[in-house]
């Protein structure tokens, strides 16, 4: 699966009040919450219209703070393809694949500038920068996980796959190889 | 011979139903507890029913308490909590723990014996981590992960390596729980933690209370830790012994191994107050009375510092004083009990007579919900657990993390100060 998207840059440690302000959290409608993403660090971020087919850079431990699944499905639903960062907080990395949405750790400074054009594949886990015409390379997601984030998720992933192969998917995860030393779910 | 286990590893060992388990193994355990929120209970509820759930697994696994918009400060957030009512009702959960019956999840959890020693809990709100207080292993989820445990009773982890936390000494007067998580956060930074456990030990832990306990890991997610473990001693016993419960009889090996040891002494601890936006910027609480740093509120509650043993430590820098005149104080009992407690032992004369004002138990404020959002400019210092940017109202306004005892002192003199300076 290949994701492309033009580069938001943003700093470390972005928490998950600033992705999503606690005082929406009377929706869960991601569509509603989407309207309010970032938008105590970035004003009228959510009303932007190239939001759609973009990508979030970002640094250090992107999603920290609360446990809010809101955050991800907000960054979802207004169209934001793929999250790039250097590490991400573990609730919010836990979340973002269990809903189906693609995360690349990538520890490598790669100089990602606003509005670079960047494509995602995440299965040879290969981060290119069409603008910078650079290439970079990260572990890919061992195919079980490649299939839940294509099936839009875990439970899409369990409803498609029954019981049966929920252990077999068990199995696979344990042998999860991607930057293993730094994810923990 | 296998190496010896941290107390994360023996009980995600037991969950998994295996004898020994490695940082990094992959498990499948079974949930003794999930829980969840008005905030997060109606996406989980939503997610079930798209994966074509009728039946949860084992309704007496799950609770479910709507805290954080309650009593419901608006027309939405009240819809939030119906949601939950309804499918308390249909799918038969009992423990459900409605407006006048409970309070603040991870302070009536615990207070009510449904979070035990020895438990494994996921809960989709960070602090749910506060239980490893009693030494339970109790981490923050998402909203998919507990419908998962609604339809399996299952969930996944990974085992943690773990940061050994070793104290010594004891509390100096007005120093508390609150402030050696602040120091301890402010020693790791908010990622320190992240993807590994928090595992407290040393002769100096038999000298805090369960209270402060819980508080400290309350903010182990404030490092990014997915959870804050202390071993059942004899405070625990105790503690458990009062709910009629026998602790679990679980504790490290002698030879476990970390990845990481921080030591504190506590008998050089002093207050601590996390300046804006970060929990891990806290310090000496000197610094801070220095820089003459002007407060428009004091809060005094939530899931971190909601207990009866910090509203008394409220009251007793309170008593016989005013709150100033340009300052609001607001206090929260975490808890129902909590609430009649300190009616009981007049504390919530005090608080009146000094011109606070107390609340219902809420979330509210510490997430900038309702009952006391800042406007733009304005100051708090709050013994909540976050600081963010916004957090507590306008983008503009700027929160200052503390104890109860710095709070309710830094509330009488109009800037925060030692309640030895009061």
């Given at each position: 699966?290949?994701?492309?998207?033009?580069?938001?840059?943003?700093?470390?440690?972005?928490?998950?009040?600033?992705?999503?302000?606690?005082?929406?959290?009377?929706?869960?409608?991601?569509?509603?919450?989407?309207?309010?993403?970032?938008?105590?660090?970035?004003?009228?971020?959510?009303?932007?219209?190239?939001?759609?087919?973009?990508?979030?850079?970002?640094?250090?431990?992107?999603?920290?703070?609360?446990?809010?699944?809101?955050?991800?499905?907000?960054?979802?639903?207004?169209?934001?393809?793929?999250?790039?960062?250097?590490?991400?907080?573990?609730?919010?990395?836990?979340?973002?694949?269990?809903?189906?949405?693609?995360?690349?750790?990538?520890?490598?400074?790669?100089?990602?500038?606003?509005?670079?054009?960047?494509?995602?594949?995440?299965?040879?886990?290969?981060?290119?920068?069409?603008?910078?015409?650079k290439e970079c390379s990260f572990r890919p997601y061992p195919?079980?996980?490649?299939?839940?984030?294509?099936?839009?998720?875990?439970?899409?992933?369990?409803?498609?796959?029954?019981?049966?192969?929920?252990?077999?998917?068990?199995?696979?995860?344990?042998?999860?190889?991607?930057?293993?030393?730094?994810?923990?779910? | 011979?296998?190496?010896?286990?941290?107390?994360?590893?023996?009980?995600?060992?037991?969950?998994?139903?295996?004898?020994?388990?490695?940082?990094?193994?992959?498990?499948?355990?079974?949930?003794?507890?999930?829980?969840?929120?008005?905030?997060?209970?109606?996406?989980?509820?939503?997610?079930?029913?798209?994966?074509?759930?009728?039946?949860?697994?084992?309704?007496?696994?799950?609770?479910?308490?709507?805290?954080?918009?309650?009593?419901?400060?608006?027309?939405?957030?009240?819809?939030?909590?119906?949601?939950?009512?309804?499918?308390?009702?249909?799918?038969?959960?009992?423990?459900?723990?409605?407006?006048?019956?409970?309070?603040?999840?991870?302070?009536?959890?615990?207070?009510?014996?449904?979070?035990?020693?020895?438990?494994?809990?996921?809960?989709?709100?960070?602090?749910?981590?506060?239980?490893?207080?009693?030494?339970?292993?109790?981490?923050?989820?998402?909203?998919?992960?507990?419908?998962?445990?609604?339809?399996?009773?299952?969930?996944?982890?990974?085992?943690?390596?773990?940061?050994?936390?070793?104290?010594?000494?004891?509390?100096?007067?007005?120093?508390?729980?609150?402030?050696?998580?602040?120091?301890?956060?402010?020693?790791?930074?908010?990622?320190g933690g992240n993807y590994k456990a928090l595992e407290f030990?040393?002769?100096?832990?038999?000298?805090?209370?369960?209270?402060?306990?819980?508080?400290?890991?309350?903010?182990?997610?404030?490092?990014?830790?997915?959870?804050?473990?202390?071993?059942?001693?004899?405070?625990?016993?105790?503690?458990?012994?009062?709910?009629?419960?026998?602790?679990?009889?679980?504790?490290?090996?002698?030879?476990?191994?970390?990845?990481?040891?921080?030591?504190?002494?506590?008998?050089?601890?002093?207050?601590?107050?996390?300046?804006?936006?970060?929990?891990?910027?806290?310090?000496?609480?000197?610094?801070?009375?220095?820089?003459?740093?002007?407060?428009?509120?004091?809060?005094?509650?939530?899931?971190?510092?909601?207990?009866?043993?910090?509203?008394?430590?409220?009251?007793?820098?309170?008593?016989?004083?005013?709150?100033?005149?340009?300052?609001?104080?607001?206090?929260?009992?975490?808890?129902?009990?909590?609430?009649?407690?300190?009616?009981?032992?007049?504390?919530?004369?005090?608080?009146?007579?000094?011109?606070?004002?107390?609340?219902?138990?809420?979330?509210?404020?510490?997430?900038?919900?309702?009952m006391g959002i800042l406007g733009e400019g304005e100051i708090?210092?709050?013994?909540?657990?976050?600081?963010?940017?916004?957090?507590?109202?306008?983008?503009?306004?700027?929160?200052?993390?503390?104890?109860?005892?710095?709070?309710?002192?830094?509330?009488?003199?109009?800037?925060?100060?030692?309640?030895?300076?009061?």
């Open positions: 699966m290949k994701v492309n998207g033009k580069a938001m840059v943003f700093g470390d440690n972005v928490n998950t009040d600033e992705i999503i302000p606690a005082r929406y959290l009377n929706s869960s409608d991601p569509d509603e919450l989407a309207q309010h993403l970032m938008e105590d660090i970035c004003i009228g971020f959510g009303q932007r219209r190239n939001l759609k087919g973009s990508m979030i850079v970002a640094g250090e431990n992107f999603g920290c703070g609360s446990s809010r699944e809101h955050a991800p499905a907000a960054i979802q639903a207004a169209g934001i393809t793929c999250v790039i960062a250097k590490s991400f907080a573990r609730i919010f990395l836990r979340n973002s694949i269990n809903i189906g949405l693609p995360v690349v750790e990538l520890d490598e400074d790669f100089g990602f500038e606003e509005d670079d054009q960047i494509e995602v594949d995440l299965d040879t886990g290969r981060v290119t920068n069409l603008t910078q015409k195919p079980d996980l490649q299939e839940i984030i294509t099936a839009g998720g875990w439970l899409e992933y369990v409803k498609e796959k029954k019981d049966t192969a929920i252990s077999e998917y068990f199995q696979e995860i344990a042998q999860f190889i991607y930057k293993s030393e730094n994810i923990r779910f | 011979m296998n190496r010896g286990m941290t107390l994360s590893e023996k009980i995600l060992a037991v969950k998994a139903g295996r004898t020994h388990v490695e940082p990094d193994d992959f498990l499948l355990v079974e949930v003794d507890l999930a829980l969840a929120n008005d905030i997060t209970a109606p996406m989980a509820i939503e997610k079930f029913m798209e994966a074509g759930g009728t039946r949860v697994h084992d309704p007496d696994q799950i609770a479910l308490v709507p805290d954080h918009f309650v009593p419901n400060k608006d027309i939405k957030s009240a819809e939030q909590v119906q949601i939950l009512r309804k499918f308390v009702k249909s799918q038969g959960i009992r423990k459900f723990f409605e407006v006048g019956r409970a309070g603040i999840e991870h302070v009536m959890l615990p207070e009510e014996g449904i979070v035990k020693s020895g438990d494994l809990v996921v809960g989709a709100d960070s602090h749910t981590c506060t239980y490893g207080a009693l030494g339970a292993f109790a981490t923050g989820v998402g909203s998919t992960d507990i419908a998962g445990v609604f339809l399996t009773g299952k969930a996944w982890l990974r085992v943690p390596k773990s940061i050994s936390v070793r104290i010594t000494g004891s509390f100096l007067p007005y120093v508390s729980g609150k402030d050696l998580i602040l120091k301890l956060i402010s020693i790791l930074g908010t990622g030990s040393g002769p100096g832990i038999e000298n805090i209370s369960m209270e402060g306990r819980m508080t400290i890991a309350n903010m182990a997610v404030e490092s990014g830790a997915k959870v804050g473990l202390f071993p059942v001693d004899e405070v625990t016993v105790a503690y458990e012994k009062d709910r009629n419960i026998e602790a679990a009889g679980i504790g490290p090996d002698r030879e476990a191994s970390f990845c990481r040891t921080v030591e504190l002494s506590l008998d050089e601890l002093k207050p601590q107050v996390a300046y804006p936006h970060s929990p891990a910027n806290g310090r000496d609480i000197d610094e801070a009375e220095k820089e003459r740093i002007a407060v428009h509120q004091a809060v005094i509650g939530s899931c971190t510092n909601g207990r009866i043993e910090d509203l008394r430590a409220a009251a007793d820098v309170l008593q016989g004083r005013k709150v100033h005149p340009e300052v609001r104080c607001l206090i929260i009992p975490g808890s129902q009990r909590v609430y009649a407690q300190a009616l009981k032992e007049g504390l919530l004369e005090t608080f009146i007579a000094s011109e606070c004002a107390v609340s219902t138990p809420t979330c509210g404020p510490c997430l900038g919900g309702h708090a210092v709050s013994t909540t657990n976050r600081n963010f940017v916004g957090r507590m109202g306008h983008k503009g306004s700027k929160v200052f993390l503390a104890s109860p005892a710095v709070a309710a002192a830094s509330a009488v003199a109009g800037r925060i100060i030692h309640p030895e300076h009061v």
